[in-house]
């Protein structure tokens, strides 16, 4: 059998051990993906500008509109608010027909400030304090960040969990619509870093007569208080401030609990260690929730799980990336069982685990 050469076109003497690797010698490889990087930096800056300024939303209110319509109703000028605006037709952001500007549906639907799951005012925060990512040689050079988030975290994530309330509720919805806390009343509900509690909140949305212990941080959890009282929950929700790792647990006394994108900041035997807490705390048949951002096995295939990592890498002392195996690992490690893995929105998978009902742990 003949095998076909993977480059037909090329002289077949041509071989890689006579005179390297010859596709090199026919066509020098792009640069594209080396501008794509370095203008990455300026793409960032103009939708941080783009939401800063309100682009999205006089968009919005506006409908179609030229540059100078949209630079009067900003009050801002016309020639350099053009320039963003064409940056963001090639973000795909906007469409541009005849010089009239008119938002995309994915700009009305994530950027507008009342749009149906928005993250506008989470753009700013995502990637954490710009001075960690100036950091980052230095940081890789020494294994240890500068000023993590850690050491400051009220500021930080005080914000972060008023942004990310609204994608994390929704999730949270989808999740407990498709597992069935409608048809469960009385469900009793911890959540650890909880935020603005938007997974207890679900829960208590969703299941009659149910109740929640909410943790967080001393001075982040009161927003999540805020959010109870606002939602007219409060009165179904202990608030439990303090470190997850240390706060008084029952045993054996929860239906359900939420590690709501907390492991990915703990590193990998903290994270285990909250995991065995979690399911100590449940009652036999009782479920883990426990969402999170997750890279493939390889960390290859699945950018996004990888970027998020060094997200984490860059601003905390020992998060980083989390691989399916590795969360696995800690879940089945804890004794759960019935493990799987959901996606109630895209981008947001959940691992769902179950303690035996034995109520035996190994
Ligand atoms: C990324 S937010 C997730 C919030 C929420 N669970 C969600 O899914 O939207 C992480 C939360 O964990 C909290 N947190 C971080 N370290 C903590 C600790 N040691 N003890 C308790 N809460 C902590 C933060 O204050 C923050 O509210």
Redesign the pocket.
């Known amino acids: 059998m003949t095998t076909d050469s993977p480059f037909p076109e090329l002289k077949k003497s041509h071989s890689m051990a006579r005179t390297g690797r010859p596709w090199r010698d026919r066509k020098p490889p792009p640069s594209a993906p080396v501008w794509a990087l370095i203008q990455g930096f300026g793409s960032y800056w103009t939708l941080v500008a783009a939401v800063e300024l309100g682009v999205f939303d006089s968009a919005e209110r506006l409908g179609p509109s030229t540059a100078v319509e949209l630079a009067g109703e900003l009050a801002v000028s016309a020639p350099h608010l053009r320039h963003v605006l064409d940056a963001l037709v090639s973000f795909g952001l906007f469409d541009q027909v005849d010089d009239c500007y008119e938002l995309t549906e994915t700009a009305e639907r994530y950027l507008c400030a009342d749009g149906a799951a928005t993250m506008a005012s989470l753009v700013r925060i995502a990637p954490g304090p710009l001075g960690n990512w100036e950091q980052l040689a230095q940081t890789v050079r020494t294994g240890k960040v500068q000023t993590p988030i ?1 050491h400051d ?2 500021p930080f ?1 005080g914000p ?2 008023t942004a ?2 609204p994608t ?1 509720h929704r999730a949270a919805t989808r999740l407990g619509i498709s597992v069935g806390w409608p048809r469960r009343p009385g469900l009793r509900v911890l ?9 207890a909140i679900a829960v208590l949305e969703q299941s009659a007569g149910s109740t929640a212990v909410i ?3 001393d001075g ?1 959890i009161g927003f999540a208080a805020e959010t109870l009282m606002s939602q007219g929950l409060r009165d179904r929700a202990e608030l439990r401030p ?4 240390n706060i008084r647990l029952e045993s054996e006394h929860y239906d359900i609990v ?1 590690l ?3 492991c990915r ?1 703990e590193g990998d035997e903290r994270a285990a260690g909250l995991v065995r807490r979690a399911a100590e705390a449940l009652v036999p048949g009782g479920q883990i929730v426990l ?1 999170d951002y997750f890279a493939d096995n390889d960390r290859k295939h699945n950018a996004f799980g990888v970027h998020m990592g060094l997200t984490m890498l860059a601003n905390t002392e020992r998060g980083g990336v989390l691989t399916h195996r590795q969360v696995y690992g800690w879940l089945a490690g804890a004794g759960l069982e019935a493990i799987r893995l959901v996606e109630p929105i895209g981008f947001n998978q959940v691992y769902l685990a179950t303690k035996p009902l034995g109520g035996q742990l190994t």
Not at 242 to 245: K, L, Y
């Open positions: 850690e975290p009220a994530y972060l969990v990310t309330f994390q959540d650890l870093g909880a935020g603005r509690a938007p997974w943790n967080d941080l982040v303090g470190d997850f790792h939420v709501g994108h907390i900041t969402a």
